[in-house]
């Protein structure tokens, strides 16, 4: 079907078209493809429609279509009938036309072409009698049509022929062109292929189109275009169908606006537009839609949006010069011109048959019109048709004069008391001072904030240099915002004070005016209320005031002074080296001889600090005096000691005086002038709506104080909401005659917005003001005074939108214009707009507050202002209080938030809370949980000893800081991981290499044994039942009983009250070979075994059992044993030791009392005897032993904790020290772990943990060198004399002596909180303030003292020693070297070893440090032996010189040990309440059998006692053995057992403990019924010994003695 | 059912799957799950800790492991402090026949009652070293997590480099208990149609 288009458009003979051509093509392809589509489904749809009852309504509506035609036609009158002839004409024309046009066509054609297109011109030919086979066809139909419908086809052609375009451009010849070509289109058409299936009327084919019911998709429209093609082409005339079966449609991109207009006749072929297939422009930009291929053409009127038409309007107007022939695109009434029906070319009304009217005079209701007022489109009130029109309430309240012709003097001034009352009145209400004073407290109180947040910058290491600098910029806004406010506060209140002043000032007048007329008018009374205020006070508070705004002035001129300093220092290096550079260049020149000059450059001023003097002065007399720097009273404010004073104008409270009692030479007057306010006026308001009166109110007279009380709501009713309301007020005097009215003031009620209600405003209070200068008037009055008189008032009165019943606003709701939905809405920010109310939460930050503050403070918004209440809502931390969902008040109190917090740093274990979770309400919560676990005081030490007890606790507390502070340090550091402790990978690769290669050349053997190094260890929890597996081997050295009688000694285990025993051995070395196991649990079920703090006592006992025989009976038959225990010795090692070492083994020194009554007397006599006692020094005894922890427990995880350094300038010193520790650490287990698994070289495990760096008490890390005074520390010259025997000179003694006091200084371990992993290191001030310190304590003291003591001698070292020992594990000693002798002390118990005898506990060495740096052990599984090593060699020991630097100075603080020796006094009290307290321990121990105490001979026992302490470093003194042998006199021959304990002091607790581990009480307690009373008495001496620094030493004297 | 008025502890039960794990890279793999939680949060139901089948990669592109395998846990808490988290190891078999582990993930569980889909991504750590990583090649000793539970927290992740493997697909139903009595607003949020719709 395009073939006959491409002759066409090569008809117009234009080579270059041919690319437009082919575009074309393209497109119509396009086309032709949808037509078919479109084509097929009109058949379809064409015989369905058949027979339905659709039908007969499109039937229905087609004939009244048509009839509104066939009026067209009458209306047009002559024309229409002409052109009605016309369209008739042309049919018949058409087909006459068609071939000679056709024909022309041809002839245009270029010859050229014409060869090739026979074979089509044969098929046109073909065609063409096709085409007038149609048309025979059609006139037949049209006859048969015309029967039915006459007009129809008329219509039909009129609205063909006589439409016209706006194809105004196109030229004649074009219109020619296009109308040939259809002609040849028409007679393809196939319109009877249709009509053979369907004979398909003319009503029935615009049926369809008119289809009310319409389908939207895309091919229903479409079919509905391919109708309409269908449609008007029938209409034509033109039926054809071509073989194809195609069906053509109109295209063109032109749309049809113009109204039609009646052609002449003999233009009209001419300049008909027929739209054509083939002449198809391309879609370009100014036609940039294919209306056709849009399904324009659907026999409806598009919707076009409102918005697309105010957009194309836009545009249309915007660029109407580019668009200039698109102008008349939109009609005058601003729509789119377009025809109102498709189907018809021309706008016409509806045909009607005027006989089917039953009322020719009535219009049809198709033309009856509605009536709408002219309205503008664009009106925000659209909705107008309402039943009510809107309502608006004007409510008049009353008017109040203030000055009106008939005042009086009185009333004159009760007018002007009146304004300034409402001034004051508002004031006061808005409560500036207080306002001001509110935001002074606020700023100060920032500032305060912003001081501390510097502060804390300043100190904080990693200060962030801008934040600090932005704060300080803070700082200097607040300040000076400060300044401006304490300014505004202090203009404040002197306004309000003038205020106030005025204010009695006119009070005072109206007074006056009272009294000198002798009667009053009014009925106003005041109100003052004074409060009387203290004058100190206030001078007190201006003083503050004034001192606090000068330390603000001074701190901000201190800030600027260093500010400036800081840019003169700048400035003056810069000028130093200015002029050190021209110096030099002036030398220079000066030694070649050149002249020179001085430099002349002036230094930079220094700038000065600013004086406050002058402020200071300026600002006392402004506080003072309200004067300003010129000495002018500008703001003088209430002085100090003037009473408070509020002011109250109280209304109606005081009758005017009665006429009869005025005095008389006023009454007349007065009389007149009230029967003149009564009667000569009237007044009345007059209300306005857009100057239009909508209604008067009633006539009202004065009443006595000159007010017009109205209180009327008028109602209004509106179409249009006005611009503005007005009130007249309206004067009526009545004359004699007649009355006069005129209009003496009016006022504008502000407009209400839509939303606001009458109830929802508050009365304003508005002011008019009236003078008249009417001449006439005036000339015409009676009394010209009050013609020319002054009316001022003010009217109260509101305005609003009424309410209806059901609450709604009867006001029109303002449209607006939505884009989105191309509609006018109802506004939805009506409410938006509304001003904020006040009552809702007010915040100064919020920027609408802010707007309200300014307002109100400036009086612009008068609703507003009365309604704030300034004070109270100052503050500069946006919502603060807000986001603060309970204050911190309420979180302190709140104990489940305590417990979180507790258990967030682990305060609160799961020990406490018994792994129950959170509960999740506070009165859930163990109250236990969250106080403070209440510290039970030494009950009976507590007054006493109250001195050592408050050292104690402040230890504590100084522990339990450094403790939080670890804490933290350790929550902070459970987020770091290391690299090992997060992944597991395979190590690196040489290791495994060198091993593989290592396992091809060892020597394979059939067995090789592997040695376990351990099995593994069962992890710990809280069900395991654990044992306590104590291996006790042998003993040694135990003392030998005086009686030459066989010692038969067994060991008593002792842990957590259960106690075990071993069989009896004998001898003084003795073996028992025997195994304990303690069962034990944890107390509870959370607990972690490094927290259990017992311990574990072990306590060898001569075993005295003996037979007694039993009341009266047989020896044989029935005998009692009796077994004694005679105490021995004793050791105590703490679970946490056994538990992180996971076992101790090894030989324990016991601990055995000083002398033992009748035990080893023996030796030391024969000693003595012998003369050798020198050498023959007594060992303690001890114990071999191997404890351990059944099953094996996990070693607690080392926490690798890192905490700050103290050496901050030796950073990366301290880093690559810990780094060369590391490796080292590294390569020590390697080796151990080899020898470990080497089954020849069994070496024992100990933990290696050598350490360069302690944590101090400031938690911060400190070379341990810094530790070791250089020269070492003198200890106090005291403990070396010796009363009458002089001064203690050998410098061995000295030594014992020093070592001694060190170990009285009690042992606190401050481990148990973090067991073995951090040791918070005190120096030895702190230690002995604190009297409390562990190990490295008192070792870093002994040393020190040591290394004094030694420091004259030639070769004698003092190192400390890390390392372990046993049973305390790791450990410091300290160690003396003297040539090849080598010592090791033991710094908590004061003992000496040789270094390499197997009695020294020290078993291996980590480090030795002294105060030039720290050696590292490299070898410590060569234990002791490591001493031996030269310490200058690199291959035994690593040596960290402590670099030179003033970071790395000693820490250490010389000991004050003179200042408090008050216990002196008490040592006697003391002595008293131990011996109390062990006597009832002692009792209430035996409570089944009566104790007896002998008390005789204490005097002796403590002066044995005086004598071992005083000489305990020489056990041969003379003083012992002369305080011995009296004591022995006296107890010798009836002592059972006796003994003395020595220790420090530690708590009460302690000592009894070890009292009742002593056993003493078992003694004597067989008693048979014989003889009820024991024959055993006890005798308990207690002497304690003063040290300096309050060391106390503690002796108890325990003896059981025979009756 | 009005909630309890006294009611101590509010309890979560979540109910779904891990429907599946696409690790284009690895076969033959197997999920081990296990839960991290606080303090106050007590498992009352369900399995500590789950291992599934061991799955085999479908033979498209997409290299998928379907596992289906159900998780279903209930908890009970005082706090949503320390709200339970589901952390999944899959683990496979090398070229020399051990068990390695192929991916870590890691996901709360919802917080809002409903069903959730959650597309969780798998992540395991990098060797330190090219010789550790040649070594782990030959030796089968990829790096591993000590404790998979690590990433529950927090802490210590910063010292792993890591490298994104796949993603795993999860969907839980969730239902609470008692949330309101304790004062505690868990509403759906707003991915919850989004989420659910993927």
Redesign the interface.
Known sequence: MSEPAAPDSAGASAEDLHESERLRSAVKTKHDTKKKRLRKRLQETLPATEGDADMQAAQARVSQRLRLSQTDVRDDGGDGAGAGANADGETVADSATAPPTEADSKSTKPPKQKSKMTAKAMRRQKLEEEQRQAEERRRLEAEEAAVSAAATVGGGGLSREDRLTRFDTATVQELRQSKADRTVKLAKLSWDALREKKELTEEEQVGFFANAVWEEDEDSAAAAAAADSGGTDRVDGDTGAAEDGDILVFETEKVYLHRAIVQEEADESQLYFYPSTDAQPPVTLDSPCDPAAEGLYVGRRPRVGEGNILRLQNILTIKADLYEEKKDWIGEDGQLRILPDPLRDVPMRPLIFEEELEDPTQQPPELQREYRSARRWDSPFANLERETPWQLEVDIGSVQFLAHPLFTLEHSAVSRLRQLYAVYAKFEKLNFPAYFRDRVAAIRRELGKLDQEVARQERSQQRNQRVLADCRARIDVFRSELETTRQSRLRAEAEHYSRLIELIEAWREVRTIRQEAGFSVTDIRCDIEETVQSKSQDEQDRRAEVAEWLEERRAAAQTRYERQMEAYAVERRDFETRREEYERVRLRMEQSGLETADFEEQPPVEPQMESLEEFGQQLDRLVRLGEDEHGQVTCLRRQPGEPLVRFRLLENSNVPTPLDQIPAPHRQAEELRRNKMESLFTYCLRIYADDKLVGPTDFVTLSSNFMLHFNRVSLVEVVQPPTKIRLDLVQCQRGRISTQTKVIGHVTLPKPDSQTTRVQVNMSELRFTYKSDDRATAAGDANPAEAAAVFEGVVRARCGWRCDSDGNILAPALKVYDPQLEMYIENPDASRDKPVRLTELKDPNDPWYVRLNYHGYLGEDADAAAKVDLAGYCRFNFFEEEFDFCGREDLEADSRFKA?VM?DRAQLTTEVTKGA?????AS?INRKWVEDPKREPDSVVKARVSKLEKMRLNYERKMAHVREQVLDAFNLA??????D?????????FV?IFTLIRSLFSRKRPLKPIREVSSSPTPFTPVTQLNLSINIQNGADFPQPNDKSVLKPFVEATFQGNSLRTATARGTNPDWSASIELPFRPTSAGQKPETISDELVLTVFNDMSYTQTAEGGQQDLSSVIVREKHFLASIAIPFSAIYINEKVKGRLQLRMPEFLMGYGASASEAASADGQQSKKRRHSPALKVFISLQPHLARPTLLQQTFDTAHDSARQWVHNTKQSIAILNEQVKKTRLELQSDPNKAADEFLYNPRAFVVSMEVKEVFVSCYMVKGGMPPPPELFQRGSQGEVTDLELKKAIVARYVSLVPFVSDASAFPGLVDIWNTCEEFLDYQAGDEEEHAVLLANYLTHLTSGGADTQIYLALGNAVPEGATAYVIEMTGNEKFVWNASTGFRYKAQSDRSTLVSIDCLINSDGVYINRKPYEEARALNNPLDGKTHWLHIPKPESATFDCIQQPIDYGTDAVLASEIGNIEYDIELAVRKEIESLRARVPTLWYNGGAKDVRELLKALETYHYDPNNQAIATAKEAHNRMFGSKVIVGYPLQMSYKSTKEILNDVRNTKLHEIGMYVDSKNTVPKVQFSCVVYVHQYPKNVLSIWINLMALKK | MAAEAGASSFMLNVCGQIESVELPHYDYIFLIYQFVHGDDWERVLGLEEGVSQLSSKSADVRGLHAFAFPVEVTFKSTNPHGWPQLVVTALGTDIWGNQVVRGYSVCHLPMQPGRVTKRVPLFAPQSSSLMSKLQGLMQSEHPLYTDPKILGQGQGRQVTRVRSLGQMTLNFSTSMKNTRALGYQLLPGENFGAAAAM
């Open positions: 979180i258990r979770p959170m509960p999740p309400y859930m459970k987020n770091y991981r290391s690299y402790e997060v992944i597991k990978e395979a190590s690196a690769v495994n």
